[in-house]
Nanobody
Framework: QVQLVESGGGLVQPGGSLRLACAVSGLTLDYYAIGWFRQAPGKEREGVICISSSDGVTYFSDSVKGRFSISKDDAKNTVYLQMNSLKPEDTAVYSC??????????WGQGTQVTVSS
């Protein structure tokens, strides 16, 4: 059974940082890409960033370039989303999935990130 569990969300002030984690079980990251997505209130879900099985990184949101980065720990089967210089417009529920474009049935439950003073 494939499971993805996000953690690390919370409330942070503008300019602050958070690191989200996506712990994956039931499959190995040696063969699967993991994408991070976010959905803000009243908006459609959007792709943020993705890391391939061979560690290639793709940004899907120009607004996060230079501020967000993605990495993975194969030993822990976990993917991390490092978010720096956070802005109020980054407020959203962040989810991970086993596909860079979200074309998968395997999603995590999401973690709330709120950027506010």
């Amino acid at each position: 059974q494939v499971q993805l569990v996000e953690s690390g969300g919370g409330l942070v002030q503008p300019g602050g940082s958070l690191r989200l984690a996506c712990a994956v079980s039931g499959l190995t990251l040696d063969y699967y890409a993991i994408g991070w997505f976010r959905q803000a209130p009243g908006k459609e879900r959007e792709g943020v960033i993705c890391i391939s099985s061979s560690d290639g990184v793709t940004y899907f949101s120009d607004s996060v370039k230079g501020r967000f980065s993605i990495s993975k720990d194969d030993a822990k089967n976990t993917v991390y989303l490092q978010m720096n210089s956070l802005k109020p417009e980054d407020t959203a529920v962040y989810s991970c999935a086993t596909d860079c474009w979200g074309a998968t049935e395997h999603w995590g439950q999401g973690t709330q990130v709120t950027v506010s003073s």
